[in-house]
């Protein structure tokens, strides 16, 4: 099976992991009023050579699966996926032959849906609703079936790959332009990149801090697409016995992540999306609460994806009253 991976378009995934994420200029002045303490304030876009930073993870959990003679031309995979995973399996999966199902939530935005839809025949994506998890109904039919389980949620392979690949890109190109990071934000979904983020730098800087992005669910809709809330964080499989690698969770509601997002727009054509937005807000402030440590200092915002798939999310609530009251009382805004 390990021919598998010579597949011409397998072998076209590789090159991009070169440059897995690319460090952003430090933001101006106007989206960070601590550069006079000496703090810089980065983004770190994983959608330049990548559509989204899951493209990684889904490149390394299937390369493994392949090695392992685990999955094979004909064979149906399936998984959970707020859209950016499954996007990404879809692209690698599709052109070998391997049929994909994807779990996802029936409020998934209309932009992931139609992105997922765009595959077409081999790939089927089925909304899902009611109290069992899309998790576990995944690995439900996987063993009802027999399909391949992909299980990002609890795959090794997940971490490893921001270790391997995410961690050493951003370390390089970090070490070219100065110091290593005094602290980087993630926003928190299946925890991979906040854990291979923290195995990496922490090897070669233990005072590095990883600050974690929740959704707070203590609000009118709790949702930001492809973020967790601290319950669904404190049940990740993959967190079981090493939470201390996140060093601090921060919450961040909806309307942080649409401010956040329309601000990042002004200034970097890349337009972050909704999950960088609500990092953004929680930097701001975790750099006030920490602003004398954090002297002349970095701090490292992991930036996902780009707004592609939330436009429609963010001209729905344009008119929001809740974004119009917090955008004229948020002090950052």
């Avoid at 990740?236 to 401010?259: C, F, M, P, S």
């Amino acid at each position: 099976m390990a021919d598998l991976l010579k597949h011409p378009y397998l072998q076209s995934m590789v090159r991009p992991y070169r440059r897995p994420i690319h460090l952003s200029a430090p933001l101006p002045e106007g989206l960070n009023p601590y550069g006079r303490d000496g703090i810089c304030l980065q983004l770190a876009l994983a959608h330049g050579d990548l559509r989204t930073i899951k493209e990684i993870v889904a490149y390394n959990i299937i390369r493994v699966l392949i090695l392992a003679g685990k999955l094979r031309p004909g064979d149906t995979a399936i998984d959970a996926t707020s859209g950016n995973t499954g996007r990404a399996y879809a692209g690698i999966l599709q052109p070998l032959g391997i049929y994909l199902r994807l779990i996802v939530q029936g409020t998934m935005p209309a932009g992931k849906l139609a992105q997922l839809g765009f595959y077409g025949k081999g790939v089927e994506v089925v909304p899902h609703f009611g109290p069992e998890s899309t998790i576990k109904r995944a690995r439900r039919e996987a063993a009802e079936n027999g399909y391949v389980l992909l299980d990002q949620y609890a795959n090794e392979a997940n971490p490893l790959a921001h270790e391997q690949y995410t961690g050493l890109e951003l370390w390089q190109q970090l070490l070219l332009s100065g110091d290593p990071p005094g602290a980087i934000v993630v926003p928190l979904g299946t925890c991979g990149t906040a854990l291979g983020l923290s195995r990496f730098f922490k090897a070669r800087n233990k005072d590095t801090q990883i600050i974690g992005v929740a959704v707070d669910p203590e609000q009118r809709v709790p949702q930001i697409p492809g973020m967790r809330t601290p319950e669904q964080i404190d049940d990740n499989v993959l967190l079981t016995g090493r939470k201390e690698l996140i060093d601090h969770v921060y919450l961040a509601k909806r309307t942080d992540a649409i401010l956040g997002t329309r601000r990042l727009a002004y200034a970097d054509p890349s337009s972050p999306g909704l999950s960088t937005g609500a990092a953004y807000v929680v930097a701001l402030r975790y750099i006030e609460e920490n602003r004398v440590w954090l002297r002349n200092k970095r701090v490292i915002i992991i930036s996902p994806d780009s707004i592609e798939a939330y436009l429609a999310i963010m001209q729905a609530e344009q008119d929001d009253t809740d974004v119009a009251n917090a955008l004229s009382n948020s002090p950052e805004f």
